[in-house]
């Protein structure tokens, strides 16, 4: 009833962008919309989120850096990555909340990130 699909993953140098987007398909309204990621053995950690009326929560490591936005419409999240550091190589995960109370949410199956020299 809700799936998410990511893109825009890949490999960069320091100090370069990149723009992931997930597409969501769903016959639900979708409260919030949002990017977590992981790195191998590391918890899954909160990068941005973005409400339908355009709240957005970062992350302390990513603000000055990354912008999340949103187009409703679309049900399509982006997240505009610049000034890409080696500490922020790791699997990026689609996620939307339908209900904004986090216990109606769904994944993607994530696309990966990797900054390296």
């Known amino acids: 009833q809700v799936q998410l699909v990511e893109s825009g993953g890949g490999s960069v140098q320091p100090g370069g962008s990149l723009r992931l987007s997930c597409a969501a398909s769903?016959?639900?309204?979708?409260?919030?919309m949002g990017w977590y990621r992981q790195a191998p053995g590391k918890q899954r950690e909160l990068v941005a989120t973005?409400?339908?009326?355009?709240?957005?929560n970062y992350a302390d490591f990513v603000k000055g850096r990354f912008t999340i936005s949103r187009d409703n419409a679309k049900n399509t999240v982006y997240l505009q990555m610049n000034s890409l550091k080696p500490e922020d190589t790791a699997v990026y995960y689609c996620?939307?909340?339908?209900?904004?109370?986090?216990?109606?949410?769904?994944w993607g199956q994530g696309t990966l990130v990797t900054v390296s020299s």
């Open positions: 996620h939307a909340d339908v209900n904004g109370y986090n216990d109606w949410t769904y």
């Open positions: 769903s016959i639900f309204n979708l409260y919030s």
């Open positions: 973005v409400t339908s009326g355009e709240s957005t």
